[in-house]
C-alpha cells in the first residue's frame, strides 16, 4: 500500500510516526504545505482552496489511500478532499472520535478538547461527541502550543506558563483530545499537568486504530519509504522529521 500524508507543514509527522510504527505502508508520501502554514488561523474557504491545492499534488503519484493528518483541514475541507480525490480520503477526526467512544463508555466523564482556533470554532469534535451523549465536553483554543512546538520547547518554563494560562479554569478532564497535529509532542507535560491521570488521545494512534479496524492489513512492511515534500523548504521539513522521527 502507498499512502498520501497530507499537512499544513511539519506537525503531520506526528502521525506519519504512528504509521512507521505499526509498519502499515509500504511507502508514505507526504505533503506539508509549509510556505502557508499556519492553517489554524484561517478561515473556512481559504483552508478548503488550499487543501484542494493540495492534492493536485497528490494527484501526480499513484496512492491507494490519502490521509489528512492536520486536523485543522480534517475538520473543514474534508467532504470538497473526498469528492475531488482520485483515491480514498481520511481524515484525523472521526478516529479521534471513535477513540473517545473505545476507551470511555461514561459519558459523563469530562472530555476536554484542545486544538487551533479554527478547529475548535468547527466544533468538529464537540458536535458529534455530543450526539453521541457526552454532556461535559469543553473545548479550548490553544494555538501558542503550535509556535512552542516548533521551537522544540517540550518542557520548561514558557510551555508551563502557556499551559496555565490555557488551563488554569478548566475543570479535570478524563480525556483530553490532543486536537492538532503538533500536541503530541507536549503530551507528557500536558498529561503531568493535569496529575498524569487522564487519558489522551492522540491523532496518530487514533488513526491507526481506525485504519486497523476498516481495512484489511494482512502484511506488515519491514521498510517503509518515506518521501517528504514541501511548498516551501523541505530541507527544514527534513531536519524535523530527523529529529521527531528518529531517521
Ligand atoms: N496541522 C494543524 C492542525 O493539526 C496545526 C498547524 C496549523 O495551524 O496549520 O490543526
Known amino acids: 500500500m502507498r ?3 497530507f499537512d499544513s507543514g511539519v506537525g503531520g509527522l506526528t502521525v506519519v510516526k504512528s504509521l512507521l ?6 511507502e508514505i508520501i507526504y505533503f506539508g504545505d509549509t510556505a502557508r502554514v499556519p492553517y489554524g488561523v ?29 486536523n485543522t483541514v480534517s475538520a473543514y475541507a474534508l467532504d470538497e478532499l473526498k469528492a475531488h480525490a482520485h483515491c480514498p480520503v481520511i481524515g484525523v477526526v472521526e478516529p479521534g472520535i471513535l477513540a473517545v467512544e473505545n476507551a470511555i463508555s461514561d459519558k459523563n466523564a469530562t472530555i476536554l478538547v484542545i486544538a487551533t482556533q ?19 465536553i469543553s473545548a479550548r483554543a490553544t494555538g501558542l502550543f503550535v509556535p512552542i512546538v516548533e521551537e522544540g520547547l517540550y518542557s520548561g518554563e514558557i510551555l508551563q506558563s502557556t499551559m496555565h494560562h490555557y488551563f488554569k479554569e478548566l475543570p479535570h478532564p478524563d480525556a483530553i483530545i490532543l486536537g492538532c497535529t503538533h500536541f503530541p509532542l507536549i503530551a507528557d507535560a500536558i498529561g503531568k499537568y493535569f496529575k498524569g491521570n487522564s487519558l489522551l488521545i492522540h491523532s496518530g494512534e487514533a488513526i491507526v486504530e481506525y485504519l486497523e479496524h476498516h481495512y484489511n492489513f494482512s502484511k506488515r512492511f519491514e521498510k517503509t519509504e ?21 531517521l
Open 3 to 5: 499512502v498520501g500524508v
Open 21 to 26: 510504527e505499526h509498519k502499515l505502508f509500504e
Open 42 to 70: 484561517k478561515d473556512a474557504n481559504t483552508i478548503i482552496r488550499y487543501s484542494l491545492e493540495a492534492l493536485e499534488f497528490f494527484k501526480n503519484f499513484d496512492i491507494d489511500l490519502l490521509i489528512t493528518a492536520c
Open 118 to 136: 479554527a478547529t475548535i470554532k468547527s466544533r468538529a469534535y464537540e458536535n458529534p461527541l455530543t450526539a453521541k451523549g457526552y454532556s461535559k
Open 226 to 246: 518515506l518521501k517528504l515534500f514541501a511548498s516551501e523548504n523541505p530541507e527544514a521539513l527534513r531536519s524535523v522529521a530527523k529529529k521527531w522521527l528518529d
